[in-house]
T-cell receptor, first 115, second 112 residues
């Protein structure tokens, strides 16, 4: 059972425009969400996170929105740059339980930013 | 320095054992292992903190590991099968249970 889903395997955007990457989750125990970017042959790089007590977190060109009632989060990149081209993974964890913060990852979305 | 993993590439044959190593960021006590098989997302394997195994994912017992007193970690895969071919990623975190995980570059294991 895929608890974190990224239903769009790929997304193509023009340079300078907004990129919106979506993620849905099913486990209501998740209370911490993260986005990672991954280039080929490299490990994932942490981008931005959000706690379930917030609905928005912004860091430079990156903003993550969380809609708890819909169990949905999205990553907005504005403006998109060619260097943003990578695979983006959404991840979630249930920190409240205290037992673990293992991350449950989505399958990723390949973002291609066209010059 | 970030998380380091050795070797970067490893080729083994079916039935052999593989040992992968990870050094966390200095000061981080928690180490996590993930598997990324071709076409799949990252799957949680193991979590070590303060030398103890804290949790493991849905993998068979032939996947095991340990954490050393200097917080580095080792992942062992026994009786290798073809489907074990994957990118194995190690991540470390400053405090167990909270905070972001920072990933190494991974070890690409190929089983022939």
């Amino acid at each position: 059972d895929q608890q974190v889903k990224q239903n769009s395997p790929s997304l193509s955007v023009q340079e300078g425009r907004i990129s919106i990457l979506n993620c849905d989750y099913t486990n209501s125990m998740f209370d911490y969400f993260l986005w990672y970017k991954k280039y080929p042959a490299e490990g994932p790089t942490f981008l931005i996170s959000i706690s379930s007590i917030k609905d928005k977190n912004e860091d430079g060109r990156f903003t993550v929105f969380l809609n708890k009632s819909a169990k949905h989060l999205s990553l907005h990149i504005v403006p998109s740059q060619p260097g943003d081209s990578a695979v983006y993974f959404c991840a979630a964890s249930a920190r409240g339980g205290g037992a673990t913060n293992k991350l449950i990852f989505g399958t990723g979305t390949l973002l291609a930013v066209q010059p | 320095a970030g998380v380091t993993q050795t070797p970067r590439y490893l080729i083994k044959t079916r039935g052999q054992q593989a040992t992968l190593r990870c050094s966390p960021i200095s000061g981080h006590t928690s180490v996590y292992w993930y598997q990324q098989a071709l076409g799949l997302g990252l799957q949680f394997l193991l979590w070590y903190d303060e030398g103890e195994e804290r949790n493991r994912g849905n993998f068979p017992p032939r996947f095991s590991g340990r954490q050393f007193p200097n917080y580095s970690s080792e992942l062992n895969v026994n009786a290798l099968e073809l489907e074990d071919s994957a990118l194995y990623l190690c991540a470390s975190a400053l405090v167990a249970g909270i905070g972001e995980q920072f990933f190494g570059p991974g070890t690409r294991l190929t089983v022939l």
